[in-house]
């Protein structure tokens, strides 16, 4: 019986091993994976007339096979390991280490492979070595406090401090922990390493999906971006952010993967008729394609927490309209399928002259995954906080005394319009130029849906010079800008300001970006030698 359960100890420290590695696996993308990486060994591995032999038998049942041969392996070393350490402490666990070692072996040497993916297996051999010896120690308590008769047909017992030591715990208790431990340990295996694989297949199921997405041409497609909104200044910000470049904030510890053939949006809450719209039916809708400038409220004075892309949607106000929203609303709570939230004015999401969109596309490509995919929504003059919701499945049409999104709680505005900002690229803060040469002073202004008509530099808080502007996409952008300047030997502080198409001159007042953005001049001090 000893020998059974000191076996069975071993089976739930690989056990322990698996989901742990899994479990770090689905951090890592799904890589690193000792479980398909040591199967992809054993495949390749494995002479031809195995594997022949493997298919006729079991046909293309033949990789169910390799794993339930896998399972009955890994199952009578583990149980072996099991025997041998409660026989020797560390002996079992010198087996999970050498089984460590092949399996880092399998993983590292896999094509494709990257420097972090044999962390999951390191991280599953000290996990089921840990177990095998808490579970090992409690087995040996139990065996030393219990009066047990089978104990000399078991024939295997060399240990003489088994037999040693007074008695302390009962032989119930005792037994009691081992269960307890050994029964709670198998559990957590089983569901944390369930959860994770399927995590893991649900994620390489979106990944794959999103690759074979060839999204529709737009039915309006965005003019085209005019080449004089591109200055030619050598470390200007480039007018539109590459979908790779594109900033990137969010509460989501793991990318949410969501199967564009699952996901659904439903639009509910205050309307006489719900809506709800499947992915094929989103993209059989005419799309719009739009640039927009977006910008996180946690952006800083001279912060890069901000992008521009060419979006590729639907216009929310359609599907509003169809859902007919109360006279009483004032507000879209938008929810993502990670249960983050947004409160979005109504009366902007409705707006005719308001691209406000249900994005499926970013600068030409389906979304990113980290960028919301399949769906997110992108609301051109406000905050991402409060309007850019991404893996967005639920809209909640509401108002603003009955919910609240995410942020709001914590510290945010419950609105949030884009501040009227600017910031200098070039030259860089503590930067050395050439005094008395031509010196670009260039970056981008931006007041999305307002937009930027003029662009003010100072230096030394002399007078206020006016830059030359890039062409404006739309008034949805950021415009580039560039000042020359001739700079005398020394120090000098250069600050910018935008003045907007409303003919509003950007604050000086500096305000921290809580609770609904910052402001300020932004000013890099350069030096002339
Ligand atoms: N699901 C979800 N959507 C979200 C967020 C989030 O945390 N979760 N953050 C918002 C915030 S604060 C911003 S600024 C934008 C950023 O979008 P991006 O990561 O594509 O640049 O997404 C918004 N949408
Ligand atoms: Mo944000």
């Given at each position: 019986m000893w020998k059974t359960r000191a076996a069975v100890v071993g089976v739930i420290a690989a056990a322990a091993f698996l989901a742990a590695a899994e479990f770090a696996a689905l951090f890592l993308g799904g890589s690193g994976s000792p479980l398909v990486a040591v199967g992809g060994a054993v495949i390749d591995l494995a002479p031809p007339g195995a594997k022949d032999l493997m298919v006729s038998l079991f046909g293309t049942g033949d990789k169910i096979a390799l794993f339930v041969l896998m399972i009955v392996i890994v199952g009578s070393v583990s149980g072996g390991a099991g025997v041998l350490e409660r026989r020797r402490p560390a002996a079992g666990a010198v087996v999970f280490a050498i089984g460590g070692v092949l399996s880092l072996l399998a993983v590292t040497t896999r094509s494709g492979s990257g420097t972090l993916d044999g962390a999951p297996t390191v991280i599953g051999v000290a996990a089921a070595i840990i177990v095998l010896r808490v579970l090992t120690a409690r087995l040996r308590r139990w065996e030393r406090v219990a009066d047990v008769p089978t104990r000399a047909h078991d024939g295997d017992d060399t240990s003489t401090t088994d037999r040693r030591g007074p008695a302390v715990t009962s032989a119930g208790t005792a037994r009691r922990s081992f269960l307890v431990w050994g029964v709670t340990t198998a559990a957590l295996a089983v569901v944390v390493g369930g959860a994770s694989r399927l995590g893991t297949a649900t994620m390489q199921a979106a990944v794959a999906a999103r690759r074979a997405i060839r999204l529709p041409t737009p039915a309006s497609a965005a003019p085209a971006v005019p080449s004089g909104a591109s200055l030619d200044v050598t470390g200007i910000t480039p007018v539109i952010t590459s979908n790779d470049a594109f900033y990137r904030i969010d509460t989501a510890l793991r990318v949410p993967s969501v199967d564009p053939a699952q996901w659904k949006l439903r639009i509910h809450g205050a309307v006489d008729r719900e809506v709800e719209i499947t992915w094929d039916e989103l993209l059989a809708l005419p799309l719009e394609e739009h640039v927009a400038t977006m910008s996180c409220v946690s952006n800083e004075v001279g912060g890069d927490l901000i992008g521009t892309a060419k979006w590729l949607g639907h216009p929310i106000r359609e599907l509003l309209a169809r859902a007919s929203p109360h006279d009483s609303a004032d507000m879209v709570l938008s929810t993502s399928v990670d249960g983050f939230t947004a409160g979005t004015p109504l009366d902007v999401l409705q707006d005719a002259g308001t691209a406000a969109l249900l994005a499926v596309g970013m600068n030409g490509e389906p979304l990113p995954p980290e960028h919301g995919f399949p769906v997110r929504m992108v609301v051109p003059g406000l905050y991402g906080y409060v309007s850019a919701t991404k893996w967005v499945t639920d809209l909640e049409v509401t108002r603003f005394a009955d919910a609240e999104g995410y942020w709001t709680p914590r510290g945010w505005s419950e609105r949030g319009p884009v501040k009227l900002e600017s910031r200098i690229?070039?030259?860089?803060?503590?930067a050395t130029v050439q005094a008395g040469s031509t010196v670009a002073v260039a970056g981008v202004a931006w007041q999305p849906h307002t937009g930027v008509k003029g662009v003010q530099v100072r230096v030394d808080d002399g007078a206020w010079q006016d830059a030359t502007l890039a062409e404006s996409i739309s008034a949805d952008t950021w415009r580039q800008w560039v000042w020359r300047w001739t700079p005398t030997k020394g120090s000098h502080r250069l600050q910018v300001r935008a003045i907007s198409a409303d003919g509003a001159v950007q604050t000086s007042v500096e305000r921290p970006p809580a609770p609904n953005g910052a402001t300020g001049w932004h000013e890099v001090t350069v030096t002339a030698a």
């Open positions: 690229d070039v030259p860089r803060a503590g």
